[in-house]
């Protein structure tokens, strides 16, 4: 059983350019979870997704950030108009349900460059 | 809302010796989970041990074990006998009834050898 995949791993970008970042759940996980990494801090909850519905977007930056977790396909997080302050790790976690204390299994990250 | 605070930075261990790793956290909710978990350096995040709020009996797993009080919401992490392979950023993280995990800042463990 695969791993979570995400892709790609690493992402360069220049300042007003668009990021597309893809999230491959774990088989059997309809649950996605998207976490942001700046440098030297721990994993900030950035959105929580089920298939074609956004549950909690509490995290999100209110603008040039999105994310969809079609019924067919990856999740992909999206950034437009990257600005330099939107370097970071971009993690992926999936989990089969949604019961308060279940594992979320982590993709490796995008790390995200922008110049 | 929940809070996470890991107070320390980094710490240095030497191999087959022991290590603990101090967590505080904050929570209005009775029902939350805790959690340990580490980053190597090749970034994949991999949980070590999880521990239910309204279990009193620590949480151990193989080399690893936590010592949870509840009332003074510390939440630390013990490795034993360490190995050079447990060198790693580790994060404590907590969760409730709305399942995103809050992490803290990290420690980076060093295992010399």
């Known amino acids: 059983n695969a791993g979570v995949m995400q892709n790609p791993r690493h992402l360069v970008r220049r300042r007003g350019q668009e990021a597309r970042l893809r999230c491959s759940p774990m088989?059997?996980?309809?649950?996605v979870y998207w976490y942001r990494q700046l440098p030297e801090e721990g994993l900030k909850f950035m959105v929580y997704l089920q298939k074609e519905n956004i549950i909690d977007e509490s995290g999100m930056p209110k603008e040039r950030f999105s994310a969809e977790f079609p019924k067919e396909g990856p999740s992909i997080l999206r950034i437009q108009q990257v600005v330099r302050g939107d370097s970071a790790a971009y993690f992926c976690?999936?989990?089969?349900?949604?019961?308060?204390?279940?594992?979320?299994?982590f993709g490796p990250g995008t790390r995200l460059t922008v110049t | 809302a929940q809070t996470v605070t890991q107070s320390q930075p980094e710490m240095s261990v030497q191999e087959a010796e022991t290590v603990t790793l101090s967590c505080t956290y904050d929570t209005s909710e009775s029902n939350y989970y805790l959690f340990w978990y580490k980053q190597p350096p090749s970034r994949q995040m991999i949980l070590v041990i999880r521990?239910?709020?309204?279990?009193?009996q620590n949480a151990t797993e193989n080399r690893f074990s936590v010592n949870f009080q509840k009332a003074a919401k510390s939440f630390s992490l013990k490795i034993s006998d360490s190995q050079l392979g447990d060198t790693a950023m580790y994060f404590c993280?907590?969760?409730?009834?709305?399942?995103?995990?809050?992490f803290g800042a990290g420690t980076t463990v060093t295992v010399r050898a």
């Open positions: 088989k059997g996980h309809s649950h």
């Open positions: 976690a999936s989990s089969p349900q949604a019961r308060v204390g279940d594992e979320q299994y």
């Open positions: 521990q239910e709020a309204y279990k009193q």
């Open positions: 993280a907590s969760s409730s009834n709305d399942y995103k995990l809050s």
